[in-house]
């Protein structure tokens, strides 16, 4: 059996709840015969950071390393992997693993990550109660089946939110079938919106942005919108009534704005959930009928997407807009995120 190179990793986990991490050491799993070892380079910092370590959806198991966004080289890896080799640049993003059984109807049908034994990258457990700890860290150990090579084209740091916020609004772009001459709305223009307005431009969809700030009005446009709706300009509103084909909400939308998103509909369009709401969402059925919109929501995506999702980063030149913080600041970058000033993304250099 191979042994794995470090027998303790450090990291900065949560404590307690609170916008608050702390140097923290723990001892890995032993590492198995189809896992990798990574020497973490860069971790993104993902809204479900925050949600996780302030306890925010709930379950936090503490100490917590969070942090799904990871990008490294391969160090060490199990005798029955060949995929990978010692000096590999790769990343790993929001699960760590899946049984990809035969009779398992999520992983047989592309849907690994409902894998009712699946495991994500953080605050999750192992068959055997052990809790999978995160990015925020010096290393990690995955199954290779979550590791993913990084396209030479794309910068490390850069291929770091890919992992997650991009493969997040790509994943339902791909299931739901956007094409060419759709009309597609994004609603928050933030870490995932400014991602998902250039994948949805590469796949040739006709991009709404819509967002609260007139000043991101020209970046917008700059990265492949059509058009800029102000959201509180009522005029540019009521104007996208029955436009859209597809919209991709990708900020914490006030739960008693689903009347103005459903309006915007086409016949059959399709409202899709990609952040959850400040509280329940409510909505008169009458546009919700009439019009026959559905709205589904959409997790992260498998092993299959996250693939797809690089490589159409490489072939359309798909970058985040980042700041970089060291990860001995990661306290005052975790802050920045909480306060909604990060310009988009924030990456951790290790």
Known sequence: MVEGKINKIHGWAAMKPGIKV???SYTPRPLGENDVEIKIDYSGICGSDLHTIKQEWGGTSYPAIVGHEIIGKVITKGEKVSEFNEG???GVGA???ACHRKDCSPCSNNLDPHCPRGVFTYNSKYAD???????YAEAVRVDSKYVFHIPSSIDPSHAAPLMCAGTTVFAPM???GVKKGDKV???GIGGLGHLAIQY???LGAEVYAFSHSPNKRDQCLELGASKFILTSNKDEVDAQRHTLDYLFITSNS???QYNEFISWMNFEGTVVLLALPEGHMTFSPFEFVFNEVAITGSLIGGVNIIKQTLEFAHKHNIRPIIEKYPIDDVNNALQRMDDGKARYRIVLTH
């Open 95 to 97: 699960q760590v693993f």
């Open 254 to 256: 006030k739960s008693n």
């Open 88 to 90: 590999d640049l790769v």
């Open 22 to 24: 702390e140097p923290w």
């Open 129 to 135: 109660g052990e809790q999978a700890q995160g990015g």
């Open 200 to 202: 949805a431009r590469a």
């Open 185 to 187: 709305g994004i609603v």
């Open 174 to 176: 791909l299931r739901k």
